[in-house]
T-cell receptor, first 114, second 113 residues
């Protein structure tokens, strides 16, 4: 069965540190890839998405992610985190031609210390 | 409305009772999805609807779970004879069409005692 794995359950960083959250998926065919974020007390919202084209995608709030097909990875990065980035981050995969259902990773909780 | 809405926001019920959760998608969105998030876990797909096509029920965990959608509007997720393992946050999402970005609602937190 297809699955998505996020390497870190909880990451703690100081402000201005760089961030990289890992995401790997298990499926050999065409996929669309997403990172969602859930700030405390808020809805899940889309950070960025990859459908096709340039494998380096930029999202909101200075986040970016790189799709590396050979590694089945879609890692999320931010060069300098802020306290307001404290949230839970979810990687998700949509299998092409299998409907629009998303397969989510377990989530990574990011805590940024001011 | 401006976004996806869900009701109730919280539901506490006794084991064995039936519950009904409601989702109002964004107007004009033809696709609607239900997910479940158990404590400390990622979201788990349950079911999706696309227009008038037959729904994809492949994620429903048991026959106690069912869902309906009227046209391209409201959807209800029904859980019969609730069990403690049904305790979770149930999230609804909608998108313009299958394959597009999904917009999530605030969820319904279900607690089965």
């Amino acid at each position: 069965a297809q699955s998505v794995s996020q390497h870190n359950h909880h990451v703690i960083l100081s402000e201005a540190a760089s961030l990289e959250l890992g995401c790997n998926y298990s499926y050999g065919g065409t996929v669309n890839l997403f990172w969602y974020v859930q700030y405390p007390g808020q809805h899940l919202q889309l950070l960025l998405k990859y459908f096709s084209g340039d494998p380096l995608v930029k999202g909101i709030k200075g986040f970016e992610a790189e799709f590396i097909k050979s590694k089945f990875s879609f890692n999320l990065r931010k060069p300098s985190v802020q306290w307001s980035d404290t949230a839970e981050y979810f990687c998700a995969v949509m299998i092409y031609n299998q409907g629009g259902k998303l397969i989510f990773g377990q989530g990574t909780e990011l805590s940024v210390k001011p | 409305g401006a976004g996806v809405s869900q009701s109730p926001s919280n539901k506490v019920t006794e084991k064995g009772k039936d519950v009904e959760l409601r989702c109002d998608p964004i107007s004009g969105h033809t696709a609607l999805y239900w997910y479940r998030q158990r404590l400390g876990q990622g979201l788990e797909f349950l079911i999706y609807f696309q227009g008038n096509s037959a729904p994809d029920k492949s994620g429903l965990p048991s026959d106690r779970f069912s869902a309906e959608r009227t046209g391209e509007s409201v959807s209800t997720l029904t859980i019969q004879r609730t069990q403690q393992e049904d305790s979770a946050v149930y999230l609804c999402a909608s998108s313009l069409a299958v394959g597009n970005e999904q917009f999530f609602g605030p969820g319904t937190r279900l607690t089965v005692l």
